[in-house]
T-cell receptor, first 114, second 114 residues
Framework: DQQVKQNSPSLSVQEGRISILNCDYT??????FLWYKKYPAEGPTFLIS?????DKNEDGRFTVFLNKSAKHLSLHIVPSQPGDSAVYFC?????????????FGKGTKLTVNP | GAGVSQSPRYKVAKRGQDVALRCDPI?????LFWYQQALGQGPEFLTY????????KSGLPSDRFFAERPEGSVSTLKIQRTQQEDSAVYLC????????????FGPGTRLLVL
């Protein structure tokens, strides 16, 4: 039973255009959401996060949108650069739930073509 | 240290062998997590420590898996009598323990059981 779903295994985008990565979740108890980026043979690297009390968080080229009613979040990268090519994981957390564990989606492989 | 380190980076084991995977978290981080990432999947939670106390081990797949953090810093994940389905990347993450702060991941140990 996957609580965090990334339904697109891969996405290909031209350099300079917008990349939109999507994530859905089923557990309404999740109240903190994170995006991690992963290069081969490396651990996941934190990219950006959003609390459930917000609907948008922006950091440079990266913006995360949260739609709680739809249990959906998305990561926008504008403009996309070849160095953004990596696997992106969406993760969710229940703060104060006693474990603080992250629940991850399966990831979306982004390829940005020069 | 500057980041989370894990050793060994790669481990090949014969089925039935015992293995021990080490994690050195960021200095001063009270919380430590172990995740398992199978090929093509997102990381899945195994267990969580706060200092030396193992507060959640609900993700450990069987009693062959055992984790410890005796002095509240370095942690070891031990897998006894390894099976082929144990082949995966084992990720360690450390966390300062403050809400809405990220977990920092190590590079992982890639375990292959033949």
């Amino acid at each position: 039973d996957q609580q965090v779903k990334q339904n697109s295994p891969s996405l290909s985008v031209q350099e300079g255009r917008i990349s939109i990565l999507n994530c859905d979740y089923t557990n309404s108890m999740f109240d903190y959401f994170l995006w991690y980026k992963k290069y081969p043979a490396e651990g996941p690297t934190f990219l950006i996060s959003i609390s459930s009390i917000k609907d948008k968080n922006e950091d440079g080229r990266f913006t995360v949108f949260l739609n709680k009613s739809a249990k959906h979040l998305s990561l926008h990268i504008v403009p996309s650069q070849p160095g953004d090519s990596a696997v992106y994981f969406c993760a969710a957390q229940i703060e104060g739930g006693g474990s603080e564990k992250l629940v991850f989606g399966k990831g979306t492989k982004l390829t940005v073509n020069p | 240290g500057a980041g989370v380190s894990q050793s060994p980076r790669y481990k090949v084991a014969k089925r039935g062998q015992d293995v021990a995977l080490r994690c050195d978290p960021i200095s001063g981080h009270v919380s430590l997590f172990w995740y398992q990432q199978a090929l093509g999947q997102g990381p899945e939670f195994l267990t969580y420590f706060q200092n030396e106390a193992q507060l959640d081990k609900s993700g450990l797949p069987s009693d062959r898996f055992f984790a410890e953090r005796p002095e509240g810093s370095v942690s070891t994940l031990k897998i006894q009598r390894t099976q082929q389905e144990d082949s995966a990347v084992y990720l360690c993450a450390s966390w300062r323990g403050l809400y809405q702060e990220t977990q920092y991941f190590g590079p992982g140990t890639r375990l292959l059981v033949l």
